[in-house]
């Protein structure tokens, strides 16, 4: 089996039902092309179960309720040992699958059989669009114009650390569903992450709780050629994540680590440069915020010296700081 879509999911039954038929659907689109779903399910409640039942009967899934909330990350790596597919798609339980997916993804296969790795990119759309129809959500009801989260016009081989560029993925490969790789490689090098930095408790609360995917991408795939798939294939949702009041710190506190840790695996000294010199571009409305919202912002877990001092020495944060002030002082001349 080529691929295992897999989701691990938790106490979110309509968007679990909404993203399984975005897969049927895509199924019908294009029967060819052999996958099978992997759920591992953290809920309480068993609204899902159904849910699961009816799709069962209709794509190929393996299901497992977990007897308790093992937290996301053991249920992100459990879900993908569940798998059996060559390569494997971690996808949240709130993404929609475009109805040429597996037709694309089919004809990437076919062409690029020397690849570990493959760049997903995707739209962006608010959950609240979805109120409009009923459920589940068909796919061919999505909008014809919706964002995108890379530019990038063509699709491209390259290696890995060619992926870790602001014009592919701003965040980095931070997005769980931007990035399809082969499962036994990920899973060999899985063991060179800090578990007990990795399974602490609190949301974000560790780099290694944060990122520990992109960590293992960086180990197992750093020599290995990667495709990238500019056109956006997967939908993903946003306006009702439990995390969205950590944004900012997720992105100058978390994504510049980030960075520091690629360059340790080996990501070029002037990209890196490049790259944390773009990500601090709102250093200072960010922490702004971050100060304002306190703990419910992620305050707690700012260190001074690391994500303060080390980075004010970057161009770009005062740069755009003169460009929003230029920018306000205009409009309000204007008024």
């Keep these: 089996m080529k691929l295992s879509i897999c989701i691990p999911t938790f106490n979110r039954p309509d968007l679990l039902n909404n993203c ?14 052999r996958f099978e779903v992997c759920i591992s399910d953290n809920s309480n409640n068993f609204q899902s179960k159904s849910i699961i039942n009816f799709y069962k009967k209709k794509i190929s899934l393996i299901y497992k309720k977990n007897k308790k909330n093992i937290g996301y990350i053991k249920n992100y790596v459990k879900v993908v040992k569940m798998a059996k597919g060559e390569f494997v798609w971690v996808i949240g339980d709130d993404e929609i ?35 409009k129809f009923k459920k589940p959500f068909n796919s061919y009801l ?9 530019k990038i016009k063509k699709n491209k081989t390259v290696m890995f650390f060619d992926l870790i560029h602001h014009k592919v993925s701003w965040d ?55 495709l990238i798939q500019s056109k956006p ?15 900012d710190f997720i992105k100058i506190v978390r994504i510049p680590e980030l960075l520091e840790m690629y360059k340790k695996k080996g990501l070029g000294t002037i990209n890196y440069l490049i790259m944390k010199n773009f ?25 001074f010296y690391k994500h303060i001092l080390t980075n004010i020495v970057y161009p770009s944060i005062y740069l755009n700081l003169f460009k929003k002030i230029f920018v306000r002082i205009i409009f309000y001349e204007k008024k």
Excluded at 20 to 33: C, D, G, M, P
Excluded at 233 to 247: D, R
């Design 142 to 150: 999505l909008p014809k114009k919706m964002e995108t989260f890379s």
């Design 233 to 247: 294939i997967i939908v993903s949702t946003y306006g009702h994540k439990s995390w969205e009041n950590l944004w």
């Design 279 to 303: 990500a601090l571009k709102d250093f200072f409305s960010c922490f702004i915020r971050i100060f304002k919202n306190g703990k419910k912002g992620g305050l707690h877990y700012v260190n």
């Design 97 to 131: 699958l475009k109805p040429n997916t597996f037709k694309i993804l089919s004809e990437n296969f076919k062409k690029n059989t020397d690849i570990d790795f493959m760049y997903i990119n995707s739209n962006f759309l608010q959950s609240e669009y979805f109120s």
């Design 20 to 33: 399984l038929n975005s897969i049927l659907i895509a199924k019908k689109y294009f029967t060819k092309f």
């Design 172 to 226: 980095f490969l931070l997005g769980i569903f931007q990035s399809i790789y082969k499962r036994e490689m990920f899973l060999k090098n899985l063991k060179f992450i800090d578990k007990k930095e990795m399974y602490k408790t609190g949301e974000w609360s560790t780099f290694e709780n944060t990122t520990f995917y992109c960590e293992t991408y960086a180990i197992a795939f750093k020599n290995s050629k990667s």
